[in-house]
């Protein structure tokens, strides 16, 4: 089972989970204001260790459009399958003052995920 250190506490997580589910499971109330479809960016982390080496073409895009891209990463297009350490979760319920953090993201990863190595990515721009 990974491990997902985040609030400076270490939770384990089930293998395949979502990270934006994983944080949520782990007591913090990360906005996912689009129910997770990498549309609106408010499920936004940075890493202190662990970052995943690929990402969606989808989260790719997104965080580019916003000038994001090498600063985030979306934790709704992200997938728990090794250990992870959140520096940062940037929106929260608490922090943005929302009365709640979006629509529930589904349990996969959506839209269909193909994840792909970042350096190939930025490769095809």
Known sequence: ?????????THEV????RL?????????AIGHRCGGHARCTTCRVSFAAGEPTTMTRAEFEKLSERELL?????ACQIVCDHDMAIAEVAMTLEN????????APEPLVTPEAVFVPIEELQGAR
Do not use: N
């Open 1 to 9: 089972m990974p491990s997902l250190t985040v609030a400076g506490k």
């Open 14 to 17: 089930a293998a395949g989970t």
């Open 20 to 28: 934006v589910l994983a944080i949520e499971e782990a007591g913090v």
């Open 70 to 74: 090498g600063q985030y990463r979306l």
């Open 96 to 103: 943005q003052g929302w009365s709640d953090t979006g629509p």
